[in-house]
């Protein structure tokens, strides 16, 4: 199974900050990984996929970055709606599997 | 727009089989578009893939549930479902179906699936004595 360790667990940060959230492969997964936002009580919301192809109707200052093992998702100039736990997915090979989480939450 | 429902009981006993149907609307259970699975969340913690059905029937499964995941679909009533057996408190989850596009790759040369875009809103099973 690919491993997905995601970093950090949590953050805290202001409204108007840059935040970067990574996760890494245990094995290489090329460019097959997407980026999903998940606000309690909700299903998650995929922002990003193919590691750097912004999803339809998200807004651009979310990015995906990165290829092989190591990938990163940005936010630059943090809104306050975007205070939620975000996930990683590699959907390279099976079983699929999620990255740990990153809760971000207010400064 | 794909729109999908879980529906299926909140409560259930230990050793009892959970039966979930995510009903689909805006698009068609039969299409070659569209993959369909399953994803849970226990309480407090991070998500976890079940298993997929793919358009010609077959399945990809977590091989930390394989021995107790049925996975199917059924084009009559535009649906797929989820049955896992022999649950416990360990199953207490939120429980979301979702779908994923398939697509030819011309990096990867192959028709693969895409990671999952449109979710159900989720369903709680509790699993308690």
């Known amino acids: 199974d690919i491993q997905m360790t995601q970093s950090p667990s949590s953050l805290s940060a202001s409204v108007g900050d840059r935040v970067t959230i990574t996760c890494r492969a245990s094995?290489?997964?090329?460019?097959?990984l997407g980026w999903y936002q998940q606000k309690p009580g909700k299903a998650p919301k995929r922002l990003i996929y193919a590691a750097s192809s912004l999803q339809s109707g998200v807004p651009s200052r979310f990015s995906g970055s990165g290829s092989g093992t190591e990938f990163t998702l940005t936010i630059t100039s943090l809104q306050p709606e975007d205070f939620a736990t975000y996930y990683c997915?590699?959907?390279?090979?099976?079983?699929?599997?999620f990255g740990g989480g990153t809760k971000v939450e207010i400064k | 727009q794909l729109q999908l429902q879980e529906s299926g009981p909140g409560l259930m006993k230990p050793s009892e089989t959970l039966s979930l149907t995510c009903t689909v609307s805006g698009g068609s259970t039969s299409s070659s578009s569209y993959s369909w699975g399953w994803i849970r969340q226990p309480p407090g913690k991070g998500l976890e893939w079940i298993g997929t059905?793919?358009?010609?029937?077959?399945?990809d499964y977590n091989p930390s549930l394989k021995s107790r995941v049925t996975v199917s679909v059924d084009t009559s009533k535009n649906q797929f479902s989820l049955k896992l057996n022999s649950v416990t408190a360990a199953d207490t989850a939120v429980y979301f179906c979702?779908?994923?596009?398939?697509?030819?790759?011309?990096?990867?040369?192959?028709?693969?699936?895409?990671?999952?875009?449109?979710w159900g809103q989720g369903t709680m099973v509790t699993v308690s004595s």
């Open positions: 997915l590699q959907y390279y090979s099976y079983p699929l599997t």
């Open positions: 094995q290489d997964i090329r460019y097959v």
């Open positions: 059905i793919y358009y010609s029937g077959s399945t």
């Open positions: 979702a779908s994923a596009r398939n697509y030819y790759d011309t990096r990867r040369r192959s028709t693969v699936t895409d990671a999952f875009d449109i």
